[in-house]
Structures are given as C-alpha cells and as structure tokens.
C-alpha cells in the first residue's frame, strides 16, 4: 500500500502541476493537454483500485491465517 499510496501522490502533484503549466504557459495545444489529464485520472484510478483489492486480500489472507474467518 505505501508505493500506491506514493504513486497516487505523485500523480496527483504531477497532475496539478501540468495544470498550472498549462494555464500559465499552454505548452500542450488543448486537445493534448485534455488527453494528457484524462490518462493521468485513468492511471490513478487503476493505480487505487488495485492497491485497495491487495489490502482487501492481504488482510483476509491474515484474518484466515489466524482462524478468524472461515
């Protein structure tokens, strides 16, 4: 969980800063910049869902490895 959890804040800072970018200096033509944003939100979304499912299964591994559930 700790490297998503990096992961996501280094997605989310690096989104943030390419936003301000743009709106400062517009590097990226408008089309780019949305298809830039975009796949940034899809990597964090897959990045967190996936980090969530392997906390989810890490912990009923140990609960099962305990005896707690069945």
């Not at 959890?5 to 780019?32: E, H, K, N, Y």
């Not at 830039?36 to 299964?57: C, H, K, N, S």
Request: no cysteine; net charge positive.
């Amino acid at each position: 969980m700790r490297k998503a959890s990096l992961t996501a804040i280094v997605l989310l800072v690096g989104a943030g800063a390419l936003f301000l970018v743009q709106l400062w200096v517009r590097p990226f033509a408008a089309d780019t910049f949305f298809k830039l944003m975009v796949t940034i939100g899809v990597v964090l979304v897959i990045v967190v869902i996936v980090a969530l499912i392997r906390r989810e299964y890490l912990n009923e591994k140990r609960l099962r490895e305990k005896g707690l559930v069945d």
